[in-house]
């Protein structure tokens, strides 16, 4: 398995706090991405990361802030949860631009209450 | 309408049999095509990658890329149970950086 790390696994947080979840690789990738899964939509891609400090956004990033200040971490942050952000979130690794093989971590579930 | 389109199903078939997996597309600029499983509760993993039209085959595995008709298709032969999964595809433009996924079809293989 590819060497990508999601933490934590299971969050149940309170509308209206931060959270940030965290990605952790040690393939040394230089593209990272965060998506979220819900029913009906598939992978809806949140935000991504092409570099150190390098980062874009995706088709549903409002509410989500992410930082990359490594290559081997990227962090993504709900400024102020809200319960539309009840998701399973995934991240995922790839060393090419086309994403030809990109690795996906196990996720993370969030619930906001 | 969504740049990727695919049944979500569910799909059942019985073990053996052949199962056909489609994903239609409007995006012209698409050139890379990949299917990835995604067992319950677990990340989605890489069957296997196409680059523009054709076949590709990998096992029990065969993905077939239709440019012309925007339509992409996986197919297992010899279905197993331990091939019950959701089954999404995915595509990339050159050099768009992210992918873009259909909404997955749910596959389930009866013993």
């Known amino acids: 398995d590819a060497g990508i790390t999601q933490s934590p696994r299971h969050k149940v947080t309170e509308t209206g706090t931060p959270v940030t979840l965290r990605c952790h690789q040690t393939?040394?990738?230089?593209?990272m991405y965060w998506y979220r899964q819900d029913p009906g939509h598939g992978l809806r891609l949140i935000h991504y990361?092409?570099?150190?400090?390098?980062?874009d956004k995706g088709e549903v990033s409002d509410g989500y802030s992410v930082s990359r200040s490594k290559t081997e971490d990227f962090l993504l942050t709900l400024e102020s949860a809200t319960s539309s952000q009840t998701s399973v979130y995934f991240c995922?690794?790839?060393?090419?631009?086309?994403?030809?093989?990109?690795?996906f971590g196990q996720g993370t579930r969030l619930t906001v209450v | 309408q969504k740049e990727v389109e695919q049944d979500p199903g569910p799909l059942s078939v019985p073990e053996g049999a052949i199962v056909s997996l489609n994903c239609t597309y409007s995006?012209?600029?698409?050139?890379?095509f990949m299917w990835y499983r995604q067992y319950s509760r677990k990340g989605p993993e890489l069957l296997m990658y196409?680059?523009?039209?054709g076949n590709k085959e990998d096992g029990r595995f065969t993905a077939q890329v239709d440019k012309s008709s925007k339509y992409i298709s996986l197919f297992i032969r010899d279905s197993q149970p331990s091939d019950s999964a959701t089954y999404l595809c995915?595509?990339?433009?050159?050099?768009?950086?992210?992918?873009?996924f259909g909404q997955g079809t749910r596959l389930t293989i009866n013993p």
């Open positions: 995922a690794i790839s060393d090419n631009i086309m994403n030809t093989e990109a690795f």
């Open positions: 393939e040394n990738h230089r593209y």
């Open positions: 990361s092409y570099g150190v400090k390098d980062t």
């Open positions: 196409t680059y523009s039209s």
């Open positions: 995006n012209s600029a698409f050139q890379y």
């Open positions: 995915a595509m990339s433009a050159q050099g768009a950086q992210k992918l873009v």
